[in-house]
T-cell receptor
Framework: DAKTTQPPSMDCAEGRAANLPCNHSTISGNEYVYWYRQIHSQGPQYIIHGLKNNETNEMASLIITEDRKSSTLILPHATLRDTAVYYCIVRPSAPDLNDYKLSFGAGTTVTVRA | GAVVSQHPSWVICKSGTSVKIECRSLDFQATTMFWYRQFPKQSLMLMATSNEGSKATYEQGVEKDKFLINHASLTLSTLTVTSAHPEDSSFYIC????????????FGDGTRLSIL
């Protein structure tokens, strides 16, 4: 699976948009970009995923560059409850059981400050 | 949305005992569930893939006789830590994927295991 690179930490102001970058320069054509977050002492929470096009849901927006080598997760209005470790994960879309495994890197520790 | 429930949420037991952790998909069926382990200040590490009706697939370095996995139904997988020792103390998390739709995986809230 393609590797991802994320900054280890970032601070965000409450009420402002939080832009979380992720590099995945070795991504293959059939690999999706997933974002999960983990609030302290809880299991990871799914946020969003995409292949080529930008995606938006009630939680966030995902912007994928045209060459697909990087992406940005946008939390439009960060709240204190968005403080968490955010994981950017790349994995294939092929319907093989092994391909559904998720490999977690170190992620980005996001701290939202009042 | 899809809900995955883990039980217990935390457990403390003596060294040498066996501990069973349950992972249930509450509103969907899952032919495949995954078990992860997370040590303090570290990321999640996949231990094994649990397959309904067949043997689990373990990641390299994970002892299958130590971590017994049973996936007897489409909504339940169990992880048993046998003869647990203090070094097995960790945060164990399961995830499951709704077999009816392609994405995504959903995670339980984890089980914090402390072995004295």
């Amino acid at each position: 699976d393609a590797k991802t690179t994320q900054p280890p930490s970032m601070d965000c102001a409450e009420g402002r948009a939080a832009n979380l970058p992720c590099n995945h320069s070795t991504i293959s054509g059939n690999e999706y970009v997933y974002w999960y977050r983990q609030i302290h002492s809880q299991g990871p929470q799914y946020i969003i995923h995409g292949l080529k096009n930008n995606e938006t849901n009630e939680m966030a927006s995902l912007i994928i560059t045209e060459d697909r080598k990087s992406s940005t997760l946008i939390l439009p209005h960060a709240t204190l409850r968005d403080t968490a470790v955010y994981y950017c994960i790349v994995r294939p879309s092929a319907p093989d059981l092994n391909d559904y495994k998720l490999s977690f890197g170190a992620g980005t520790t996001v701290t939202v400050r009042a | 949305g899809a809900v995955v429930s883990q039980h217990p949420s935390w457990v403390i037991c003596k060294s040498g005992t066996s501990v069973k952790i349950e992972c249930r998909s509450l509103d969907f069926q899952a032919t495949t569930m995954f078990w992860y382990r997370q040590f303090p200040k570290q990321s999640l590490m996949l231990m094994a893939t649990s397959n309904e009706g067949s043997k689990a697939t373990y990641e390299q370095g994970v002892e299958k006789d130590k971590f017994l996995i049973n996936h007897a139904s489409l909504t339940l997988s169990t992880l048993t830590v046998t003869s647990a020792h203090p070094e097995d103390s960790s945060f164990y998390i399961c995830s499951a994927r709704d077999q009816a739709i392609s994405e995504p995986q959903h995670f339980g809230d984890g089980t914090r295991l402390s072995i004295l």
